[in-house]
């Protein structure tokens, strides 16, 4: 069991090793782990910056490991209100007068603390906003602070994040992450050997802007195969906006996704807690190596649908309270 402060191509890094994985956090760029590697299968999960892709990593973390983007997705032309406050984001898809992914995937945090026992190592990585530190608080006036836990042991990556409204007033609160899931994963095989299973339910109808009309459709036939036997994720364009509805796997209900190597019998698993209700799932076209599952807490552009809390997962902070949410990788 080991957490050590170490370089990851010039940046400050911490790793975070036990006898079966190893794992890499950036705290000065939100927090992202980076890496998270099987030594004992020699499986690499995530998508990690190599030494050439490290200003592409300060510039869009978003495309690289476990990015946590607050709020997530889009809003539509930057603007929400709620309450008596009118939330003006900048314009950052100008071909679709969008904002996206939030700002805090970029934000430097702190360690808080570090825990080393025998069966595990702990993390934890804390960023606070308010009128001083104003990075976001500027375009989201309210104080809170963020904390991200990571506990890793043989068997698994546990990732908790956490926010605490620091503040007067109650606070809109989305979640999500941007994950791109390598693929493949594992040496001496190809992308067609891969299929991807994810607890979804239904999808989104979307705009030409990306955004939900509102409207809920059932998947198609070939979006069932994410709910079924998997779905091949490489060679076409991919960008759905879906419903979180639970699987059924060994016997119990789980949410999240599970990327197969069929030719091997060996998965990643991307297990989230219930509060993750809508999924995005997007390829960057098909011809890359990965594949990003994206849990959200409420659906793109939430703020703005007309429609009830409880489909858009639209939820609010109240002052003084604190949220969690928990989401695990592990291979079998």
């Known amino acids: 069991m080991k957490i050590e402060k170490i370089s990851w191509h010039g940046?400050?890094?911490v790793l975070?090793?036990?006898?079966?994985?190893?794992?890499?956090?950036?705290?000065?760029?939100?927090?992202?782990?980076?890496r998270l590697y099987n030594k004992a299968l020699k499986i690499d999960i995530l998508r990690t910056p190599t030494e050439l892709e490290m200003e592409t990593f300060r510039a869009r973390p978003q495309i690289f490991g476990v990015p946590l983007l607050f709020p997530p997705n889009?809003?539509?032309?930057?603007?929400?209100?709620?309450g008596r406050n009118i939330y003006q984001y900048p314009i950052t898809i100008p071909a679709q007068n969008n904002y996206h992914h939030g700002i805090i995937k970029s934000e430097v945090f702190n360690i808080t603390r570090t825990r080393i026992s025998p069966d595990a190592v702990e993390v934890e990585a804390t960023y606070c906003s308010n009128c001083i530190n104003n990075a976001i608080y500027t375009d989201f006036p309210h104080e809170f602070c963020c904390k991200i836990r990571f506990i890793l042991t043989d068997n698994e990556l546990?990732?908790?994040?956490?926010?605490?409204?620091?503040g007067t007033e109650t606070m809109p609160l989305g979640v999500g992450y941007h994950t791109p899931i390598r693929l493949p994963f594992m040496e001496n095989s190809s992308?067609?050997?891969?299929?991807?299973?994810l607890s979804v339910g239904n999808r989104w109808e979307l705009t030409d802007r990306s955004l939900p009309t509102g409207n809920l459709l059932e998947l198609t036939e070939e979006e069932q195969q994410l709910r079924n036997e998997g779905m091949t994720v490489t060679g076409k364009p991919i960008e759905i906006a879906l419903t979180d509805k639970a699987l059924i796997v060994n016997d119990r209900t789980y949410h999240g996704a599970i990327l197969t190597n069929e030719a091997k019998n060996i998965s990643v698993y991307y297990e989230v807690?219930?509060?993750?209700?809508?999924?995005?799932?997007?390829?960057?076209?098909?011809e890359v190596d990965w594949v990003c599952p994206e849990p959200q807490t409420w659906a793109i552009n939430a703020p703005n649908l007309a429609l009830p809390a409880?489909?858009?997962?639209?939820?609010?902070?109240?002052?003084?309270?604190?949220?969690?949410?928990?989401?695990?990788?592990y291979v079998k």
């Open 16 to 34: 975070m090793e036990t006898d079966v994985y190893e794992a890499v956090v950036i705290p000065s760029v939100g927090a992202n782990l980076i």
């Open 74 to 82: 889009r809003i539509e032309d930057g603007k929400y209100s709620f």
């Open 191 to 197: 992308k067609s050997d891969y299929k991807l299973r």
């Open 11 to 13: 940046v400050e890094a």
């Open 310 to 329: 409880e489909v858009t997962g639209f939820q609010t902070l109240k002052a003084g309270a604190t949220w969690s949410g928990t989401t695990r990788f």
């Open 158 to 166: 546990t990732h908790i994040v956490s926010f605490t409204n620091m």
């Open 273 to 286: 807690d219930k509060q993750f209700k809508h999924w995005t799932l997007w390829n960057n076209g098909g």
